[in-house]
Nanobody
Framework: QVQLVESGGGLVQPGDSLRLSCAASDRTFRIYTMAWFRQAPGKEREFVATINWSGSSTRYSDSVKGRFTISRDNNKNMLNLQMNSLKPEDTAVYYC????????????????WGQGTQVTVSS
């Protein structure tokens, strides 16, 4: 099974940018559909973005579309999330997740999860 470790979170001001990364433990990374989810205190885990195994297909939630970009490097076993124009409502713990098969926005369909990285957007 693949192990996932997120990094890159931190405290930023509204309007700033941040880049999250998710490192996978081995080369099986390349067969997985990957996604980013986030969870704010007292709220359910929320879909952010997903990308298929080759990187040819992506999908975003309406709340981040046009501001966030998901990408992957299968040679480096790495998933990324470039976050621009950050807003206070983007504050959450961000998780990367992996599954086999097609892209999905449903957390329950993902088999492997990282431990999360905190993103705080505040002035």
């Amino acid at each position: 099974q693949v192990q996932l470790v997120e990094s890159g979170g931190g405290l930023v001001q509204p309007g700033d940018s941040l880049r999250l990364s998710c490192a996978a433990s081995d080369r099986t990374f390349r067969i997985y559909t990957m996604a980013w989810f986030r969870q704010a205190p007292g709220k359910e885990r929320e879909f952010v973005a997903t990308i298929n195994w080759s990187g040819s297909s992506t999908r975003y939630s309406d709340s981040v579309k046009g501001r966030f970009t998901i990408s992957r490097d299968n040679n480096k076993n790495m998933l990324n999330l470039q976050m621009n124009s950050l807003k206070p409502e983007d504050t959450a713990v961000y998780y990367c997740a992996a599954k086999l098969g097609t892209n999905s926005a449903e957390p329950a369909s993902y088999d492997y999860w990282g431990q999360g990285t905190q993103v705080t957007v505040s002035s």
